[in-house]
Each structure stands twice: as structure tokens, then as C-alpha cells.
């Protein structure tokens, strides 16, 4: 991967569907979703956004706090344009556990594009993109200021569209009753 392309991986709000646990911990085989995840990454290109850093510590990537808390997914995908190193940010959630590594090698830099999304049965999937990280500081400004979906952050910036080969690395585990038809189980292990 270019060394301007970082990605972080949005470790997500309160987990209320999944009774509280956190579903990047969720194991198969003994390893996590978020292990999975982050092996398929560049090692040393990695970075966490969330608030919740105890469980995550012993993966030894860096961790950054939401810079605007209580604003959702849009508010830590502006933490994760601030927090990077890099022209660019790969965003993931930490929920995909059928993530593969040609979705995630799509994500290249366009020239004149803000972001890079992948659309997969006719829905976007703002949690598998590519932002320019010049954009972050007018990005905080309008989250700051109101509740912004994904859709709204979009507006003004130019949208490069991929289409999805399949929808199943786009798949996430929303609730128990998903988690146990792939087989993941609640877990502590990363």
C-alpha cells in the first residue's frame, strides 16, 4: 500500500443490540473480528478511533478519542481525518468480519476525489472508504455544530462510487442473532 494511505478502524458506540459486548471482540476460531480486520492492514499504517482504550491496548496500535464525542461513526470518522498521518484514510468499522483484502486494495488515492466509497446492493458503505485527510477541518466544523449523517458530510465533496463485486465483506454483526449464525461468540480475546 502507499505510505500516504493510513486506515482506521472506528470502534464504535455503546454495542445496545448486542447487549453491551463489544462486537470487535467477538471470536471464531479464537480470533477476533478486529484481529481479522487488522491483519488484513498494512502493519504500522493502523490506527483506533474510540473512546474505550482498556480492551484494545494489547493490539499495540494507536488509539485516538473521538475529538467530537456523542456525534456517532461521523463524528469518529472526522477524528480519524485529524488523527492521521497521511494524504489519505482508509475507514473501516470494527465490525466486518468477512472484510477481505481485495475490497480493502480498491481503496486507492483518485486524483480531484474526496472520497472513494464502495456501493454493494445499492446501499453506500460509508464504513469502507477512502477520505482525502485535507477535508477533516471543514468536516469538524459541520459535525460540531449538528447531527450529521454520512450523507450530509458528502454534500460539497467530490464522490468517486465503486461498485462491490459482492456484499458479503461488507456484511457487519449488528446483533446477537447474527453473531451466532457466523459462528462468533462473545470473547475478550484480540
Known sequence: MPQDISTAILMGGRSRRMGGLKKALFVRDGISVIRRTVDLCEQGSIFLVGNEKSAYRNLGIPIFEDKVPGKGAPG?????????????????????PCMDK???????????????????????Q?????????????????????????????????????????????????????????????????
Open 102 to 124: 481485495k475490497t480493502l486494495d480498491g481503496l486507492q488515492p483518485m486524483p480531484r476525489t474526496d472520497v472513494r466509497l464502495y456501493r454493494a446492493d445499492g446501499k453506500p
Open 126 to 190: 460509508y464504513l469502507v472508504s477512502l477520505w482525502r485527510t485535507e477535508i477533516g477541518p471543514e468536516l469538524l466544523e459541520r459535525v460540531r455544530y449538528a447531527n450529521l449523517s454520512f450523507k450530509d458530510l458528502l454534500d460539497g465533496l467530490s464522490v468517486d462510487w465503486l461498485a462491490a463485486d459482492s456484499p458479503d465483506p461488507f456484511y457487519n454483526m449488528n446483533d446477537m442473532e447474527s453473531a451466532k449464525q457466523m459462528r462468533f461468540s462473545p470473547g475478550q480475546m484480540v
Open 76 to 96: 469518529a470518522l472526522v477524528t480519524a481525518l485529524l488523527s492521521a498521518q497521511t494524504k489519505w484514510v482508509r475507514v473501516l468499522a470494527c465490525d466486518l
